[in-house]
């Protein structure tokens, strides 16, 4: 059965620090993959996708993810965070039907000053 | 091009009482997506709908729920007789014909009194 895991439930760093997040999946086809953000009491915001070719997709915000076939990873990165990203991430895995997706429970991000 | 639209964006019942959440996609998406979100969780998938059709309704409890999708007009999600534990956010996505990314509404946080 299709999963997604997102293994840190909570994380801080500092601001201008360095970020990953992590996302592992488990699905037998290659995976559409998402990374979705949401702030308190909004919905979610398409962060980047990756559907095939370069592993490494950037998207909005600074945000860029890589996706690693060997690992069923797709984490997420950002080389200096900034007081408005935090929020609450969430990874997503598109089945090749696209009749639903499957999420992770999230990551909350906290930014120190 | 207006996003997806939710209304209400808040939503008060007491037990026993029916919820209707509509959701409007964003102009020009032929498939709506019902997920629900339930506190420090990820979101859950309840079904899928393209216009006047169930696709794929393996997310949502047997019995109260319901939803359609009409040719004219918004999709509809109907909890019946609800129950506190249907307190949730219910958030609605749509994509465009050719499917792949889904973009969310600001979702619906339903209390159940």
């Known amino acids: 059965a299709q999963s997604v895991t997102q293994p840190d439930i909570h994380i801080t760093v500092s601001e201008g620090a360095s970020l990953e997040l992590r996302c592992n999946y488990s699905?037998?086809?290659?995976?559409?993959l998402f990374w979705y953000v949401q702030s308190p009491g909004q919905g979610l915001q398409l962060l980047l996708k990756?559907?095939?070719?370069?592993?490494l997709v950037q998207g909005i915000k600074g945000f860029e993810a890589e996706f690693k076939r060997s690992q069923s990873s797709f984490n997420l990165r950002k080389p200096s965070v900034h007081w408005s990203d935090a929020a609450e991430y969430f990874c997503?895995?598109?089945?090749?039907?696209?009749?639903?997706?499957?999420f992770g429970s999230g990551t909350k991000l906290n930014v120190k000053p | 091009n207006a996003g997806v639209m939710q209304n209400p964006r808040h939503l008060v019942r007491r037990r026993g009482q029916e919820a209707r959440l509509r959701c409007s996609p964003m102009k020009g998406h032929s498939h709506v997506y019902w997920y629900r979100q339930l506190p420090e969780e990820g979101l859950k998938f309840m079904v899928y709908?393209?216009?006047?059709?169930?696709?794929?309704e393996s997310g949502m409890p047997k019995e109260r729920f319901s939803a359609e999708f009409p040719k004219e007009g918004p999709s509809i999600l109907r909890i019946q007789q609800v129950v506190r534990g249907d307190s949730a956010a219910y958030f609605c996505a749509s994509s465009p014909p050719e499917l792949e990314t889904q973009y969310f509404g600001p979702g619906t946080r339903l209390l159940v009194l």
């Open positions: 997503a895995v598109g089945v090749r039907n696209f009749n639903k997706f499957y």
């Open positions: 990756y559907f095939s070719g370069d592993t």
């Open positions: 709908l393209q216009k006047e059709n169930i696709i794929d």
């Open positions: 699905y037998g086809a290659t995976p559409y």
